[in-house]
């Protein structure tokens, strides 16, 4: 059975001035895909996303996310997606249950849904020790994935995440992308960014972006084979050399 698709873009571009950002890229992601978005810094993955996501207007071309135009509907694509960003996802003056109760009420969710999920959230992360303390005393890989779950809470089509292994160690990389791998086991679609061409293997398919266009989209296995190389990162090299 073939799978919809819950984003498309055509020629999707966004200029500033004389600097074209994302220059025309177009692409489709299915339902339950974990898609890697991948690029050095300044290639403009980050400007494509942030249009996707509702909070950027295009230049030119057109996309759809859970259905709904970017340009003319981004407050319903809000609601149906969830957004981690790099540098900010938790209120670090907060307790780890205030941003969790936070953010469900920013969701739209009811006090009872937040109480349940909010119990349910600490539990699973096993976070029961600590779920009054602040989020700036925590280490970084726990914010990660308290900022990963917080994100799920009013259970979105679509989780796009911004560089969320960023900064953290090995272990906890691993265990992040376990709760990746479950959360699109679970139907979830996964639109992730990553500079760890490591990370790239894991996704189902992936794209690399170099100086706002889209130069390779396919599986990794496909990509290795076609530039006859053994690992991602030497399919990053090639491509970013020209």
């Known amino acids: 059975m073939k799978k919809e698709n819950v984003i498309e873009a055509t020629n999707l571009t966004k200029i500033f001035g004389d600097f074209t950002a994302v220059d025309a890229i177009t692409f489709e992601v299915k339902k339950g895909e974990i898609f890697g978005f991948l690029g050095a810094n300044g290639a403009g993955k980050t400007t494509a996303m942030k249009m996707l996501i509702g909070i950027s207007i295009p230049s030119d071309g057109k996309a759809t996310v859970a259905g709904f ?50 119990e349910k959230l600490i539990n699973n992360l096993g976070l029961q020790e600590v779920a009054n303390d602040l989020v700036g005393s925590l ?91 053994d690992n991602m990162n030497d399919v990053f090299l090639k491509l970013a050399r020209g």
């Open 69 to 118: 135009d970017v340009s003319s509907h981004p407050e319903d694509i809000k609601k149906n997606i969830g957004y981690m960003s790099q540098k900010f996802a938790l209120y670090d003056d907060l307790t780890v249950r205030e941003n969790i109760t936070f953010f469900g009420g920013i969701y739209g969710l009811k006090r009872s849904q937040i109480k349940i999920k909010s």
């Open 139 to 229: 280490p970084l890989g726990w914010k990660q994935k308290i900022a990963f779950s917080v994100a799920l809470l009013h259970d979105p089509k679509i989780i796009f995440l911004d560089e969320p292994t960023g900064g953290v160690d090995p272990i906890t990389r691993r265990q992040f992308w376990e709760m990746i791998y479950q959360t699109a086991h679970e139907g979830t679609t996964v639109f992730v960014t990553t500079h760890y061409m490591d990370e790239a293997e894991y996704c189902d398919r992936v794209s690399i972006m170099v100086n706002g266009k889209i130069e390779a989209l396919d599986t990794p296995k496909k990509l290795k084979e076609q530039f006859e190389v």
